[in-house]
């Protein structure tokens, strides 16, 4: 069963307009909102199944209206973000990225600070991601995600492999596959940005190594072709070239969703947000999937690289702030993510304090939540560390994985690419 979210910011007493002033924990009586209308813009290309349903139910409990408009992600949905803020259209609240891309927005101009409200509810991991200069601006909009290694369970029974802690061990069992005529790691590199996972989920193993470089990449005086721990990240693409499936630059992200659950292949070096896919199409049989970390050289360390969730903030200049601070608490409430899982499974660990998965959770998830998470052997991505991101990463891995440069030339050139960005941020880089 799941644990029931206790919060502190759940009971408040209101007036407006003489409704019923009272917004309690589950089970209790809501203040109601007599239809008042707030608006969300959701800037993302994931799934909606989970939002529609918790504000479905939200609706009914509050007796609100929520408008909700979805943006695109990536740059196209960047530009919504700048263009609506920019011109005071901006909707009561806005679903979008944490970490370096929130910063660049200049939160406090726009976003009301919810430290008070929320921190202590939520992991200390997204408070950070979620914040800038010490507030917070956003609750989580879903649950984390990593980049890291979905393998065929059935698999590893049949040929008495054990989850590798080292890269070493790794290689071992992709060995083993490989010798047995297995495809023993997925390529789908018809898609670059799948090219890049292998080189971002390996960052957790280049901040234990070398806990300083995310700031020291910053400043500029570290790069990852001149730092060995960050180095290695390149040189882990090159190492998987043998093991790849032979149509590995035509194979595409949806293709490798078929491949994997028609025992085509042993491993996969994708974000978790795959299960969602593989769930879609294939129901259950996601099942067959396990997952554990990119593996560094310290077994006693190996850990997890995640991916915060976008956040939800609240617009600073919204005429509704009642009833959209009334939301965000049931949203961060056990009924209101019961109503979200029930809907949408997660890719991750959820980042509220005291909520638990679901007892049918995926069992990758499952497995995320026993060996990283309930151990704190976990760490967030570098974008969530420092603003600096090159543009080309993904071309560049592809290169790498295609065998067109090594991994020092591409290492190499990564760190070129982010000093365009750095330049553009105003960061003093040699």
């Keep these: 069963m799941k644990k029931k979210l206790i919060s502190t910011v759940l009971c408040m007493a209101m007036v407006l307009g003489g409704a019923s002033?009272?917004?309690?924990?589950?089970?209790d009586a809501a203040k109601t909102f007599d239809g008042e209308e707030i608006s969300i813009l959701w800037v993302s290309n994931s799934s909606m199944n989970g939002i529609n349903a918790l504000i479905e139910a939200a609706e009914e409990k509050l007796d609100i209206k929520v408008s909700l408009e979805q943006a695109p992600g990536g740059e196209d949905g960047d530009n919504v973000v700048k263009t609506r803020l920019a011109s005071g259209d901006m909707a009561d609240l806005l679903s979008y990225n944490c970490g370096s891309l929130l910063a660049s927005l200049n939160p406090s101009e726009y976003f009301e600070d919810i430290t008070d409200d929320y921190a202590d509810m939520l992991d200390a991991s997204f408070?950070?991601?979620?914040g800038?200069?010490?507030?917070?601006?956003?609750i989580p909009a879903n649950a984390s995600q990593a980049g890291a290694i979905l393998y065929n369970i059935d698999m590893y029974e049949k040929y008495g492999l054990e989850v590798p802690k080292t890269w070493d061990e790794f290689l071992a069992n992709c060995d083993v596959l490989k010798e047995a005529g297995e495809t023993a790691v997925l390529g789908t590199d018809g898609d670059s940005w799948t090219s890049q996972v292998p080189y971002l989920g390996d960052h957790?193993?280049?901040a234990a190594a070398d806990p300083n470089f995310a700031q020291e990449f910053e400043a500029g005086t570290a790069k990852y072709a001149t730092t060995p721990a960050a180095l290695k990240s390149f040189q882990k693409i090159e190492d998987l070239?043998?093991?790849l499936n032979e149509d590995h630059m035509a194979t595409t992200y949806d293709d490798g969703c078929d491949i994997m659950m028609e025992d085509g292949a042993a491993h996969w070096i994708i974000l978790t947000s795959a299960l969602s896919n593989i769930n879609e199409l294939y129901g259950d049989e996601v099942n067959k999937l396990g997952c554990f970390a990119i593996p560094g050289d310290d077994a006693d360390n190996?850990?997890?690289t995640v991916w915060e969730?976008?956040?939800?903030?609240?617009?600073?200049?919204?005429e509704h702030a009642e009833a959209v601070k009334a939301f965000m608490d049931f949203y961060l409430s056990s009924e209101g993510l019961d109503a979200y899982t029930a809907a949408e499974l997660p890719c991750g660990p959820y980042l509220v304090k005291g909520y638990e998965l679901p007892d049918n959770c995926y069992t990758a998830v499952k497995q995320m939540q026993e060996a990283y998470f309930d151990t704190g052997l976990n760490g967030t991505a570098l974008e969530f560390q420092t603003a600096v991101k090159g543009s080309n990463c993904a071309s560049i891995c592809q290169?790498?994985?295609s065998g067109q440069t090594t991994a020092e030339e591409a290492a190499a050139k990564y760190d070129e690419d982010c000093k365009k960005q750095a330049v553009q941020l105003g960061l003093d880089w040699e």
């Design 21 to 27: 002033t009272v917004f309690a924990e589950d089970g």
């Design 127 to 130: 408070v950070g991601a979620a």
């Design 132 to 138: 800038v200069d010490g507030k917070l601006y956003g």
């Design 204 to 206: 957790y193993n280049v």
């Design 241 to 243: 070239i043998p093991y």
């Design 302 to 304: 190996a850990g997890l």
């Design 309 to 318: 969730p976008n956040a939800i903030y609240m617009n600073k200049n919204t």
């Design 399 to 401: 290169e790498l994985i």
